[in-house]
């Protein structure tokens, strides 16, 4: 059935006010459907909103009316246009005004018609291939002279992400930061069904990113359980927790400390070094697990599994081990590949690689935050990410809390 | 404000004004006198007059001038051609008095503090019948506020402050069905504290009043509202109006604040 249909945009209090409600009302009305295109609402109460809905009708005289009697409710009509695209005047960066990318879910339009983009993830700049009329969002640094870069926010239109009206999981009921005093066995029990139902109904992938206190608090063995239970995919991590891990698997300590008593042990502050030493000295991880010399814990498990993983590096790193990427541009865009597919995300002790994945991520994927510190639960919880989960809580309390549920 | 001197019923753009019910000249001028005694000497406030001109009748309505804060001045765009002579006027006024001057699109209708009064911090903004709504958005941007638009649902009370009166940073006196359903929903949602009144009272022009911190004045007529208000601690000053009221207006629409 052919149908008509026309953007309008409003602006001004327009929730305050009651005319945003007004006009969907009034689209409802006439018979005729909205879609709202974007809708972007002031944070204080002085701030103006922002709203773009689609409006479309069976007739174009039905169209007419309702365009009609919403346009004295403020809703004005807007040229549609196709994006502005731009070649990149040179190798890495931008041409000027380019269009930054939230992470929300995006289109563009092209040719009349409209292109999702792909490979969605905030500031970053979408480009358009000439050739095969698909769009995708590409970082700064990977620009190449020539690209066709949207410029501008004509013809882009951005959605925030619906919330799944059937399902009633944990994502649906919660937002930020859990409060200590909600029964944390119950939520982690939540998280648990949720990444079941991810596995059984073929819904993505799980990224985990994970920092050194897995290992000092004793969470290893947690960790590699979840691992051989399948419900890790994708692992993003630095050299501090590889290091660690690998320093138990040798010598039983982690920064010296013994994993058995929480004693330090002898010339235990060098024990990490002697374990990126060792695994230096093999040529690097994956090495020294073939030949039987390192025999347990989470990067074996990873190995051994052949689940991908990225350490990226940083300026305090010891060693570095042979498998963590130092060019932290080339981290980045291994991780962001890695990204792909990903539908729910935790974050377990990690402050430095959990802001880094939040800006890698698109909006949609679930995630869940796990720290001991409230600011910083908060903080990872409430980034542009719509459906995140903040628990704060010790890590190894909930690996071994979650170990149980999974694999028992 | 503006003496009355050629004020009349000249034409009709409001149900209220019929040519066949013209404005008594001489009753006309002492009732203005009477609310200029009213607000200079009773309520204290320092007055400046324009200078009437013919051909200008409703120029005494200085509420429709446009909207004043601080140093700006919003001229009014307004909708009836009848109107449009005093714009040039009221313009000249305001720059002479060194007024910045921010004009709003010329397309669209908007008729001044006759349409927009504030309640505290926020303005609150009539439309449909005279003022557009799309002045809104931009009314808020140039005076860094949020502005609550409400759509004006009966002719007779075809501007906001016919139906509409701020009492305190809190209060507002309102004629709920002069209102669409979504308007009513929001002053309710919006002033903490509401004084409805009668259709009889409404009619007299009881909500185009005055209001100077707890002095109120008003169309003679009101004996309910001003109960209401004595009982809320105000001080209420009557004066006869009906001259004016055959143009469609009372009190408020014959003064514009300059300092709110």
Redesign the interface.
């Known amino acids: 059935m052919r149908t008509f249909s026309w953007v309008v945009e409003m ?3 327009i929730i ?4 945003f ?2 006009v969907l009302d009034e689209i409802l009305g006439y018979g005729a459907e909205y879609e709202t295109e974007e809708i972007v609402i002031g944070k204080t ?2 701030d ?1 909103s922002y709203a773009r809905v689609r409006v479309t009708a069976s007739s174009e005289e039905t169209l007419d009316k309702v365009m009609s009697q919403i346009g ?3 809703a ?1 009509a807007v040229e549609e246009r196709d994006a502005l695209l731009v070649p990149a005047p040179g190798d890495g960066f931008f041409p000027e005004g380019f269009y930054a990318t939230t992470n929300y879910p995006t289109r563009i339009r092209n040719g009349g018609r409209f292109l999702d983009v792909e490979d969605l993830c905030m500031d970053s700049g979408i480009c358009v291939s000439g050739t095969e009329n698909r769009a995708c969002c590409v970082k700064m640094s990977r620009v190449k002279a020539g690209d066709l870069i949207v410029v501008g926010h004509h013809g882009v239109n951005v959605t925030p992400p619906r919330r799944d009206p059937i399902r009633h999981g944990l994502f649906e009921f919660m937002s930020s930061t859990v409060s200590p005093e909600k029964s944390k066995e119950r939520i982690i029990r939540e998280i648990a069904a949720e990444m079941r139902s991810v596995k059984s109904e073929k819904k993505g992938k799980i990224l985990w990113v994970v920092g050194p206190a897995l290992v000092h608090t004793g969470a290893r063995d947690s960790f590699r359980r979840i691992i051989d239970a399948g419900y890790v995919d994708v692992v993003f991590s630095g050299n501090g927790m590889a290091a660690h891990d690998i320093e138990a698997s040798l010598f039983g300590t982690s920064l010296g400390v013994s994993m058995a008593e929480g004693k330090i042990v002898p010339q235990g502050h060098a024990h990490h070094l002697r374990a990126i030493n060792f695994i230096r000295s093999q040529g690097g991880i994956a090495r020294a697990v073939e030949s039987g010399r390192l025999k347990d814990g989470i990067m074996h498990a990873l190995v051994r599994a052949g689940i991908p993983f990225v350490l990226a590096g940083s300026i305090r790193d010891d060693g570095p081990l042979p498998e963590v990427v130092s060019d932290t541009v080339e981290a980045q865009r291994r991780m962001r590949e890695l990204c792909k597919g990903v539908s729910v995300a935790v974050m377990v002790a990690s402050m430095l690689h959990a802001i880094a994945t939040g800006n890698l991520l698109p909006a949609t994927v679930r995630t869940v935050c796990v720290d001991m510190n409230t600011e910083m639960v908060t903080k990872l919880a409430d980034r542009g990410t719509h459906q995140s989960l903040g628990l704060v809580t010790d890590a190894e309390l909930f690996l071994r809390e979650l170990a149980g549920m999974l694999s028992g | 404000m503006c003496p009355p001197d050629y004020f009349g019923i000249e034409y009709e753009i409001n149900p209220w004004m019929s040519r066949s019910r013209p404005a008594d000249p001489v009753a006309a001028r002492l009732q203005w006198e009477s609310l200029f005694d009213l607000l200079r000497g009773k309520l204290g406030l320092s007055i400046s007059l324009l200078v009437p001109e013919k051909g200008a009748p409703d120029l005494v309505f200085t509420a429709n001038a446009g909207l004043v804060r601080g140093g700006i001045f919003i001229p009014s765009n307004f909708r009836h051609p009848e109107r449009r002579g005093e714009s040039p006027i009221f313009r000249r006024w305001f720059e002479r008095e060194g007024y910045e001057i921010r004009d709003l699109p010329q397309d669209l209708s908007f008729e001044g503090e006759g349409d927009v009064l504030a309640v505290g911090d926020d303005l609150f903004a009539g439309y449909h019948i005279r003022s557009d709504i799309r002045t809104h958005a931009r009314i808020g941007e140039l005076l860094d506020a949020r502005v609550l638009s409400v759509e004006l649902a009966d002719p007779r009370f075809y501007h906001l402050d016919t139906c509409f009166c701020p009492l305190a940073h809190d209060s507002a006196v309102y004629y709920p069905p002069a209102f669409d359903p979504y308007a009513a929903r929001v002053i309710r949602a919006h002033v903490p504290r509401t004084v409805e009144i009668s259709a009889v009272e409404a009619l007299r022009f009881a909500c185009n009043a005055v209001v100077v911190e707890r002095n109120v004045v008003l169309n003679t007529g009101c004996g309910n509202l001003k109960s209401i208000l004595l009982g809320m601690g105000y001080t209420v000053w009557e004066t006869d109006l009906s001259e004016f009221i055959k143009a469609g207006g009372a009190a408020k629409c014959l003064m514009l604040f300059l300092t709110p």
């Open positions: 602006r001004g209090h305050d006010s009651l005319t409600p007004k109460r002085r103006p004295r409710l403020g004005e």
